[in-house]
Each structure stands twice: as structure tokens, then as C-alpha cells.
């Protein structure tokens, strides 16, 4: 116990109170309203799979890539009507006037109606069979695009989710951390009002509140960034928040049964991002070796029903008829034309055996890189967690030998800041544990997503992503 003589005054030791009052009563409001910088009321909560799914039906790059679906198909149908019967019909009437230039003005004149049925059939056209063929399967690259893009969106709204849920763990500790900081104060002033300590240790309580206060501010406003990304994502105009026991298949209770650090060849390999360089691959080189129709002959087949009831001098009958044109066409000279487009698929050909390539290599190398991250993220949160847990169990022996008068102020303001340390880095590992989880997850292609079809109605993917 300190020496009487060194007691502050009562005047000063009333005055000191009477400030610790009013902060901590303005504490005390400021934490019984967490919601008060993140807008007016409480935004949505979502779970894991819901934000994914929002985000893969909502997300306007996701939405953008079906519609790159739908071209194709177009573009398909477009390339398949060259290799297709088609059927005309026309009516026409020519009316001809004229007037002789002899000298004798002989006026003479014609009015003639037809009625025309035209059928075209190409017999053999090499060229028109490969675009028909080379449109379907652009029809499976626009596919494995949209299966890829599916799975961009659905990792950056998978990594957004989990932003957001260790923001909102990092603002209560820190919540947390603010109401032990003013309970300490109370305390302290308690202990300087019996005469016992000194107005240092009010003004140290005093400056671990603010300065615990500050970091609420921080944690606030991440907490607000990062549900406000997670809203553009699932498609949400304004902040989105989530549901923390709604983790999916990344929860971080789960600890790996897979063999996780192994890469799976099979796996891998179903990859929309592998799958989607493999099959622009396929495509490419398809095109190459269709590059020689282009020096084939085409037939086509021309057939004219008609019915005319005067004689024109374009077709000098009358009545019904019908006039059939069987056409060889041979390329002969183009000018290089052809040379050069061969030259453009051998290039195209070789790009995508490039990518393919590369996207497998760094494929197989995420999936190692990833299943060795989760495991030591997994070892690292463990550690984490028993750190916090001695770190609180260090407060509460501080505060005993505070209260016993074995120990100082400062000690127990050091005790607070390193519990609070350890529970947010137990968060943060929390964290890389479920980001660990989902990257792995991805990179060994089996993150767990819904497909839609181009109107958003869902349907099972063709594989997984």
C-alpha cells in the first residue's frame, strides 16, 4: 500500500473520478451500437454457398460470359443454314413501254405476272461441313469460358465472404477489448478514490480506452469495406453481411480428411480453367486441319418452279415451267488468300498448346502450393488458439496480483493489449485457414458451385469446379 503522504487530494481525486465517469458512460454507448458506421439497420446475412451462388447468377462478368454462350449458338446456326436446302418464294409483274425510233413511232407494249418457287441445295461444299463442325465446337470453348469464369467469381466472392467474416470476428474482439479496457478503468478509479494507486494509472487506463476505441473506428470501417465488396458481388445494392455458422465446405473446424498437398491428376484436369484452355486447344487445331476445304470444289444445286402468263425478254415462255442449274465451282486463284489463312490457324494452333500448357503446369502447381498452405494455415491456427487462450488466462492472473497489490497498472494494461493481440491473430489465422481451404479447394478442382443455364434456371455442371 502506497504511503498516505503521497495519496492525491481529495478535490483531485474527485475531479479524476468524475472524468472517468463521464467516458466510460460515453464508452458504453458507443459499444452498445456496433451498427451505428455500418449504415441505417442491419444489412442481410448471407451463408457461404448462397453468396456464391448470388454471385455466379448475378455478377455482370458471369452474366456477360452466357451471353457469349448464346452468340456462339447463334453463330453456329448461322454456319449450319450455309450446309441446308434453301426455299424462296416471288411474285413479280413487268410492265415494258416503248416507241420506235424509225420514223413511224411504233409504240409497243408488254405486261407480263410471274409467280417464282426457288431451290437451292448445296450438294458438296467441304468449306461450309468444316465452319459447321468448327461452329459447335466453339459452342464447348464459349462453355468451358462460362464454366471458368463461374469459377473466378465464385473464388472472389468465396474470398470476399471470408473477408468479411473475419472483419466482423477482428471488430468484436476489438468491441470486446474496448469494454475490458473500461472495466479496468472503473477499477483503477475505484482503487484511486480508496486511496490506493495514482492519477498515472487513471491517465493509462484513460489512454488504453481511447487508443482501444481508435482501433474500434479501424475495425469498423474494414468491416464496412469489406461488406460493401461482398455486396457488388452477390449483386447487392449496398453491404452485405454473413452468417458465421454458415461456412459451407470451407469450415475451418474441418480439418482436411483429402489428401491435402497431394495434387490429383484426375482432378486437375477437370479444372473449368484446364478444361477450358484444352478445349480451345482442340478447336485450334481442328481448324488447322480443316484448312484443306478451302482448295476444294463446292456443287450446288439450283432448281426454278415458275408461272408466267406472258413472254418476257428475260424468259421468252409462258405457262409453267421450271429451269434447274447444276453448279462446279473451283478455286483456283485467290490472291494467297488461302496460304494465308492456313498460316493463321498454325499460329492459332500453336498459341492455345501454349496456354494449355502453361494453365496445366501452374495448375498442378497451385494444388501442391495450396494443399501445403492448408496444412501449415491449419497448424498455424491451432498455435493461435492455445496462444490466446494463455494469453487470457495471463490477464486474469495480472489482475489478481493488481487487485492483490503484487503488481502495477502497466502490467495489467500490457496483459489486455497482448490477450487482444492474440485473439486477433487467432482471428486472422482463423481466416487464412478458410481462404487456405477455399484456394485449395479450387485449385484441386473441386470447389462445390451451382451452374446455370442461360435464363438462371440451375442445373448440375458438367463438371466440377
Known sequence: MLAPSRRPSRPRRTAAFAFIVVAASSSKAFAASPERSLGIGAPQAIGFDDAIERAISRYPSARAAEADVERARADFARARSQSMPALNGSLSHL????????????????????????????????????????????????????SNERRRVALAAGRAWTAV????????????????AEAHRTFTVGRVSGGIGTELDVVRANKEVESVRGLVELATSDCVRAREILGVLTGVNGAVDVRADDTGEISADAKSS?????ASGARIDHRP????????????????KHSYT???????????AFYQDEPTPILPVSGVGYIVKLTLSVPIYDGGLRPARSRARRADEAAASARLEEVTRSARAEARIDGDRLKH????WDDARKAATLARRTVD???????????????VIDALRESRNSDIAAAVAEQTVLVARLDWLAAEGVLP??????HGSRHESKGTY
Open 273 to 288: 480453367d484446364v478444361v477450358a484452355a484444352r478445349v480451345a486447344h482442340e478447336s485450334a487445331r481442328n481448324e488447322r
Open 449 to 454: 458451385t451451382l451452374s446455370r443455364d442461360a
Open 95 to 146: 410492265g415494258v413501254d416503248s416507241v420506235s425510233l424509225d420514223g413511224q413511232a411504233t409504240r409497243i407494249g408488254l405486261a407480263s405476272n410471274q409467280a417464282q418457287l426457288s431451290l437451292s441445295v448445296p450438294l458438296f461444299d467441304p468449306r461450309a461441313w468444316a465452319d459447321w463442325s468448327e461452329g459447335k465446337e466453339k459452342i464447348e470453348v464459349a462453355d468451358a469460358r462460362l
Open 165 to 180: 467474416l473475419a472483419a466482423d470476428h477482428v471488430l468484436a474482439l476489438h468491441e470486446e477489448a474496448l469494454r475490458t
Open 377 to 380: 494455415a491449419e497448424l498455424a
Open 397 to 411: 492472473l495480472t489482475r489478481q496480483r493488481y487487485a492483490d497489490g503484487l503488481g502495477t497498472d502497466l502490467d
Open 294 to 304: 478451302d482448295y476444294l470444289p463446292s456443287m450446288r444445286l439450283d432448281a426454278d
Open 258 to 262: 483429402m489428401s491435402v498437398g497431394v
